[in-house]
Structure formats: C-alpha cells, structure tokens
C-alpha cells in the first residue's frame, strides 16, 4: 500500500517501549535463595527478549493509512500502520508477513462469528490507542473456529500501548488473548469476559496503564505449560482491579511482581504460579480459598514464595483456606504483610524470615509459622534483625 502520512505516535512508541524495556531488565532484586534468585533473572530476561522487538521497529519506514471502517470489514495484508476510525461489525483481521502497528482513534470493531480483531500472522502486533478516544472491541458469543478464543485474539507477539481507552467484551470464551508474548504498556483498558480476562500464552507483562478486569474464568495469565521458560506473568506497574471467578492473577511458571497498584476484589485464589516473587507494590487481595498460591502439578519444579518489598493486605474467606500458602518454600526478607485469615500461613518446606513485618489479625508477629489445614511440615523462623 502507498505511504499516505506520518503520525507524530511513531517515536514517542518507539522511545517508550526502548525506555520501559530497560527498567524491566533492572526491576528484580536479590534478597532470598539461589534458587529463586535464578527463576528471578530467568523471568526477568525472557520478559525483556519478548518485548526488545516491540521496541525496535522502525514506524517510520514502514508506510501509514488511514481507514475508516465499515460493515465491510478490513482485512490487513501488508505491513505498517493503520489509523482506524468508525465501526465495523465485519471485524479486522490481519495476515501479514511484517510488523503491524493499529491505532484505534475511535473505533468500534465486532463480529458476528469469530475475533473482531484477529491477528492471524504478523512479526509483531502493535494495539495504540490515540489519546483522547473511546475504542471498543466485542465479540459474538459462538465462533466458527473455536480454537480463536478471544475478542481480541492475536497470534503473534502482541503489545498494547497509547493512552486511551479501550472496551473488550469477550462473549465468546476470553477478552485478550496472543498465543505468544502479550505486554501491556499503558492505555486504560476495561474487559468483560465469559472466561479469561487477558491472557499471554508464552507471557504476560504488565508495565502501567489502568486495567479493570471482570472474568468468569481466570483475570490476568499467561499459561504456557510446555516449556518451562515460558508461561511467566510480569508485572512492574499499572493499576488493577480484578473481579475473578477463578483465580486473579496466574502463571503457569513464575509470577513477578515488583511494582504497582494491585486489587483483587473477588476470586478464588488471588496470586497462584509455580513460584510468586513480590519485590514491590501495593496489593490488596480476596479470596475465597487461598490468597497467594505457590504450587506445581511438575516434578521437580522450582516451589516458592519470596517477599522482598510491597505492602500487601491479604484476606481469606473461613474455612480451608490459607492467606499465603507454598507447597514449597516461603523467603520473606522486607514488605508489609496484613493478613486476615483463620490460617495465615501454610508452608510445605523451609521458612526464611530476616526482614519485614507481618501482622495477622491485627497483630503483628515476631516469627512465621506454619499453622494451615494442611499441616506442612514448615517450622517456624525468628526474625534476625
């Protein structure tokens, strides 16, 4: 297609990304075990390959056009930008060979049996949402292909950026899928899910914005189950509000967060992964069965729970449950905890305590124990000042 005009988002993407891309690679902290600390650096350098690709594009060398949609639909078949206005119910899919930037300057995209917007190929997938402006993604409840699952539905590393709002309504299965690497930049985003809410196959980052996420299923994943590299969930900023049917905020390996504003007002179980590493931010968290979760079906695999900063309010519902429970072990050297639970730990190996502050129903502990239903074989640890 003809290069038609230049849009003044090309750079400040490209510096953005470059910039955020950076701070990832410097986000983890090394307080805890060897062991964690190699999950920790693994997470952290994989999240920094997915999105280097992202950041290094070249908009400006690829050509600009601007689209306004109709019941049409649009099918993108060569590489570049696209500036979409207006309304569609014939959906947006793109099958390309290159890199695709969209930006949804106002748009509104549905469709009546698959993705309303599908990335079918591209190297990299780009979602801008141009300041100032409403955008809204939907999906009919059946599809003809029932392996695209999501309104939103790429299947090639996908990045979402800009700083205005976006709506999606998963009515189908799940709201925002890619089957590869899915980092969120900033951009309001609402969603509304008959199953997941946003999920990465192979990742899941989170650098800011504003997410509210309502999800029958699960709120934020990423659930790659075949390679132990991937399946990671990352988040280093940003304000998130989950509403959950099952668990909040999940990963199928490791779960990272070192910053942000963190809600989770209604699941199953708030944090779950295979490890959890919190070095920061400000959580507050509900669950119905345990509030932060470390466990593996995999032999072998690497079970932990490591605090090293954040204040975080953990509540349970009564019953069975366990405010923080580890089926391996629990590092706690810094943070803030604030736990209401009839359990508040429940440790299957070995307690670290050396920093921080725990207060369990309103008062504050000199040690941790291991007190859950399921009796784990955890002792207790002093804190060493």
Not at 91 to 112: E, H, M, P, Q, Y
Request: net charge negative.
């Amino acid at each position: 297609m003809p290069k038609k005009s230049k849009y003044f988002y090309s750079t400040m993407t490209l510096l953005s990304l470059a910039v955020l891309t950076a701070c990832s690679s410097n986000a983890s902290q090394t307080d805890g075990s060897s062991t964690s600390d190699t999950a920790q650096s693994v997470t952290t350098a994989n999240a920094t390959t997915a999105e280097n690709a992202a950041a290094t594009i070249d908009w400006e060398s690829l050509p600009t056009t601007e689209v306004s949609l109709t019941n049409e639909g649009l099918t993108i078949t060569e590489e570049g930008t696209y500036i979409l206005t207006g309304s569609t119910t014939g959906g947006v899919t793109v099958k390309a060979d290159g890199n695709v930037r969209i930006i949804l300057a106002g748009a509104t995209i549905s469709s009546t049996n698959t993705a309303a917007l599908y990335v079918d190929s591209a190297e990299n997938a780009v979602i801008e949402l141009q300041e100032g402006t409403d955008n809204t993604i939907k999906d009919a409840s059946t599809h003809s292909d029932s392996e695209i699952e999501g309104a939103l539905h790429s299947k090639a590393d996908l990045t979402v950026t800009g700083t205005g709002n976006l709506t999606v309504e998963g009515n189908y299965q799940d709201a925002i899928v890619s089957t590869d690497n899915l980092t969120i930049v900033s951009g309001k985003i609402t969603v509304n899910a008959a199953d997941d809410g946003i999920r990465g196959k192979d990742s899941l980052v989170i650098h800011g914005g504003t997410l509210d996420v309502t999800a029958a299923g699960d709120g934020l994943k990423s659930n790659n189950d075949e390679d132990t590299s991937k399946g990671y969930t990352h988040i280093i900023g940003g304000t998130i509000t989950v509403n959950a049917g099952d668990d909040a905020i999940k990963a199928e390996s490791s779960l990272t967060i070192d910053g942000g504003t963190i809600t989770v007002a209604t699941s199953a179980e708030a944090l779950e992964g295979t490890n959890i590493t919190i070095n920061g931010g400000n959580l507050d968290l509900y669950a119905t069965d345990d509030g932060i979760n470390a466990a593996s079906d995999v032999t072998g695999a690497d079970i932990f729970i490591k605090v090293t900063g954040g204040d975080i309010k953990v509540e349970v519902a009564q019953g069975d449950t366990d405010a923080i429970d580890s089926n391996g072990d629990l590092y706690v050297s810094g943070g803030n905890f604030n736990i209401t639970a009839q359990s508040a730990f429940d440790v299957d190996g070995t307690i670290d305590y050396t920093g921080g502050t725990v207060v369990v129903n309103g008062e504050e502990q000199s040690q941790i124990s291991s007190n859950g239903p399921g009796g784990g074989a955890g002792g207790a640890a002093g804190r060493i000042n």
